[in-house]
């Protein structure tokens, strides 16, 4: 299907000069229409790096240092998110892309009636709105994201925590944007919780058509309840499948210890090992593929070369790792042996 946003090798990094560190490294990644695309990886991996990046939500000191951002709107030219003004930036968001944050549900204004606060988004992009028409909506909204219509005059406290970030889903869903992306939503809520909402976030995407690009790092919700899977690593993608292949099949030594620290929803269990070692320190990045000085099945190049996100024989994947590269190790191999 066609693209609905496109990240083109995006850089982002923390502070300038000879201080900077950089938190997302030449990123590539597109979101189609309609489709849930889950990117997962450890804590500090830059998920919500790229997400603020990407969306020019990126609190200093943080900066995008290169790339490209293009959102291609139901109809019209494409627009380059990288380059709009303020303005154009704030008109797009929440009727084009909307963004639930990492703990977003904690960010309901407590002092503000949950119908109030979702009625102000809906009126600062159709002026026009009538606050009885507003009032339907938010109400059409609440029952949309499956909370009685009796707690719109609710106060955010008096709400659980699982009903107030589906007034955030439902905030986020109030313009039809085209793009939702959910940075961590869930990390506060018990696992039922978290399994009710995805689901449901799954079914209103079926009904409305939105694509999601849903943030997480456990790696069992997506392979559930995505298309598409990207994993991240010290600010890289390094394997991007759909769901499925991923799960099965995982090329990246990274994307399998993924798989194996967090027990399967369903089907086969892998036996939960988690991965040794921790994640790089941004300052001190390993040379080579960052991921070597963990990596079970590290081999001569490892260490010097840092493999290239690239398809192997099959097109609808990719992977940076030297074990899918044919004859990668033969170099190193060749001159062990001539000396
Ligand atoms: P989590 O799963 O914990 O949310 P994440 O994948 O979203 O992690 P980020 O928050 O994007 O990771 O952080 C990526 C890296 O950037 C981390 O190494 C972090 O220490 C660094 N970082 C984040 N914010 C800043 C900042 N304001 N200044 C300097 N470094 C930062
Ligand atoms: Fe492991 Fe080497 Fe692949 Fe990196 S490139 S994941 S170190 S095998
Ligand atoms: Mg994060």
Redesign the pocket.
């Known amino acids: 299907s066609e693209p609905v946003l496109e990240i083109k090798n995006l850089s982002v990094d923390?502070?300038m000069g000879p201080d900077a560190?950089q938190?997302v490294r030449d990123v590539s990644l597109t979101l189609h229409r309609g489709e849930v695309l889950g990117l997962a990886?450890e804590?500090?991996?830059?998920?919500?790096?790229l997400a603020y990046g990407m969306t020019r939500l990126l609190?200093p000191?943080?900066v995008v240092s290169g790339g490209e951002v293009v959102y291609h709107p139901q109809d019209g030219a494409p627009v380059d998110i990288l380059g709009l003004n303020r303005p154009q930036l704030r008109k797009l968001r929440w009727s084009e892309i909307s963004i639930v944050f990492?703990g977003a549900m904690n960010s309901l204004n407590p002092v503000h009636k949950v119908v109030t606060q979702l009625c102000d988004v809906i009126k600062a992009h159709d002026k026009r709105s009538t606050p009885a028409s507003r009032r339907a909506r938010a109400a059409e909204l609440m029952k949309l994201v499956g909370i009685n219509t009796d707690r719109l005059d609710s106060y955010p406290h008096q709400l659980s925590g699982g009903m107030r970030q589906r007034v955030m889903i439902a905030m986020a869903l109030a313009l039809e944007p085209s793009v939702v992306i959910m940075d961590?939503p869930t990390t506060a809520l018990d696992v039922v919780m978290q399994r009710q909402i995805l689901t449901q976030l799954a079914e209103l995407r079926e009904r409305l058509g939105f694509a999601v690009l849903f943030i997480t790092?456990d790696l069992s919700l997506l392979v559930e309840l995505s298309d598409r899977i990207a994993i991240?690593y010290g600010g890289r993608i390094v394997e991007e499948a759909n769901a499925r292949q991923l799960y099965r099949e995982p090329l990246h030594p990274y994307s399998l210890g993924l798989l194996k620290s967090f027990p399967a929803l369903r089907g086969e269990r892998r036996e939960l090992t988690g991965i040794p070692g921790s994640p790089p320190d941004?300052r001190a990045m390993p040379s080579g593929c960052a991921f070597h000085p963990r990596c079970p099945r590290a081999f001569e190049p490892c260490a010097d070369r840092d493999p290239v996100l690239a398809a192997p024989e099959d097109k609808t994947r990719s992977v940076a790792c030297w074990l899918h590269v044919p004859g990668a190790g033969r170099t190193a191999e060749n001159s062990t042996s001539s000396t």
């Open positions: 923390y502070g560190v938190a990886g804590s500090g991996s830059g998920k919500s790096t609190p000191p943080g990492q961590e790092h991240m941004l």
